[in-house]
């Protein structure tokens, strides 16, 4: 009890360490009676006053003895004999000796379990409360209730409130992508452009051949930061819920196709045999065609970025056990450990530095193509031997499929 009250007396309060939402904020003071008092001049003054329901006993030390409830009494003395055997009597013979006591720092809510335990035809008993183990007042019971409800009725405000506003942030953060990386493609399409227009020397030479050079690798560089912008734009947006699908009749294998001719130029720098193979014909799907192809397109990227020269990646398209389209991106390449898996499908995961030394690329390819396989309401699956190769399955459901 001293460790809470020191809680309460050092941080700033809040609903919950507020002394408003503690049993001594719901106790009434009630003149106790003395030990020694008679039942029958206790009993003559619950009869007379109707205020005091419960009454407790106390000690000279201020120490809780009992509780004396008045019903109780009151129907006791209406019992044959109980007035003559119990009139001289101290009340201690026939107070309640075990009343429940709880301290004056106890939240509020930790009492609900008293009203919850409360069985049927028992008396919803009042409570003793004690500050430093002294006799403080009664926290009745219906004072207990009100403050309980009053405590769910504000939590339910606060959840409300807290839901509101994690909403309010998620929509400020996407809108601020949105803007942010509209802010910044502007400026970025007049370097990537006008790199190239000078790279490509198209207005005349450039006095010295470097500046070809840096010409160039301004224009490669921001190629590579306008992909990273509209990656993390894609990601933003699915993590928002705010991705929308522009469907139309795609044809799968046509995608690979497109896919593996755009990969050919880099596949041939790294030596890697790109082709695609139909295993089983695919009818036309609904889908996005723009995002199927950003699908084949990372898939295959990785394949042939994570493949050594000699080895080879093919993209497969078939059907799958589901009766949906299944696309197929398999290299002979380095694979992932087991371990890196969960971590290379979080945005910006990579596996470790020691099983893969090559680490251009942000993290953001495959995490995109869950998002966007599964807003087609399919799925993504990747396999890995390390040294061995990779496998990366997706799935689009076969509702998909035009008949
Ligand atoms: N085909 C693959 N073979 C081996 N490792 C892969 C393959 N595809 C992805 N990875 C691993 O998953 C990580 C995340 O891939 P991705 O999300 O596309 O990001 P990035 O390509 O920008 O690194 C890669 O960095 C790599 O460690
Ligand atoms: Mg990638």
Redesign the pocket.
């Known amino acids: 009890m001293l460790g809470e009250r020191e809680v309460a007396a050092t941080s700033a309060p809040t609903p919950e360490q507020d002394a408003y939402w503690r049993a001594g904020a719901i106790a009434d003071f009630v003149t106790p009676f003395d030990p020694a008092a008679a039942c029958g001049h206790v009993f003559d003054e619950l009869v007379d006053d109707e205020t005091r329901v419960a009454v407790p006993v106390i000690g000279q030390d201020g120490r809780v003895l009992g509780l004396v409830e008045r019903h109780k009494l009151i129907l006791q003395f209406a019992k044959r004999f109980v007035r003559e055997l119990f009139e001289k009597r101290p009340i201690t013979f026939m107070m309640d000796r075990s009343p429940p006591v709880v301290d004056a720092w106890t939240p509020v809510e930790r009492l609900s379990d008293h009203v919850a335990n409360a069985r049927a035809n028992d008396q919803l008993g009042d409570l003793v409360v004690t500050r430093d183990g002294q006799y403080l007042g009664v926290a009745s019971a219906l004072s207990l209730l009100k403050r309980l409800h009053e405590l769910s009725d504000r939590r339910l405000v606060e959840a409300t409130e807290a839901r509101a506003e994690a909403e309010r942030a998620n929509l400020a953060k996407s809108e601020l992508l949105a803007n942010m990386s509209h802010e910044l493609r502007t400026p970025l399409n007049a370097i990537i452009g006008f790199s190239e227009v000078m790279r490509d020397e198209l207005f005349g030479q450039l006095g010295n051949p470097r500046y070809r050079d840096y010409a160039g690798d301004i224009n490669y560089s921001g190629g590579l930061l306008l992909d990273l912008i509209n990656d993390i734009l894609d990601l933003s947006k699915a993590e928002a819920g705010r991705l929308e699908l522009v469907d139309e009749v795609v044809d799968l294998e046509e995608c690979a196709r497109v896919g593996t001719r755009l990969m050919r130029e880099r596949a041939a720098r790294a030596r890697v045999a790109l082709d695609h193979r139909s295993l089983a014909r695919v009818p036309p799907l609904r889908a996005d065609r723009r995002r199927l192809q950003q699908i084949v397109l990372?898939l295959l990227?990785?394949?042939i970025?994570?493949?050594p020269p000699g080895g080879s990646v093919v993209a497969f398209t078939t059907r799958a056990p589901n009766g949906g389209a299944r696309l197929i991106v398999e290299?002979t390449?380095?694979?992932?450990a087991a371990e890196?898996i969960p971590r290379?499908l979080q945005p910006f995961?990579?596996?470790s530095i020691v099983s893969?030394p090559q680490?251009?690329?942000?993290?953001?390819?495959?995490?995109i193509v869950v998002k966007l396989a599964r807003a087609h309401g399919g799925d993504m699956k990747l396999i890995?031997t390390p040294g061995f190769?990779?496998t990366?399955m997706v799935d689009l459901p076969p509702h998909r499929l035009v008949a």
């Open positions: 990372n990227s990785n394949a970025k994570f493949t290299d390449g380095i694979g992932i890196d290379v995961g990579q596996a893969q680490r251009e690329g942000t993290g953001l390819g495959l995490p890995s190769g990779t990366v």
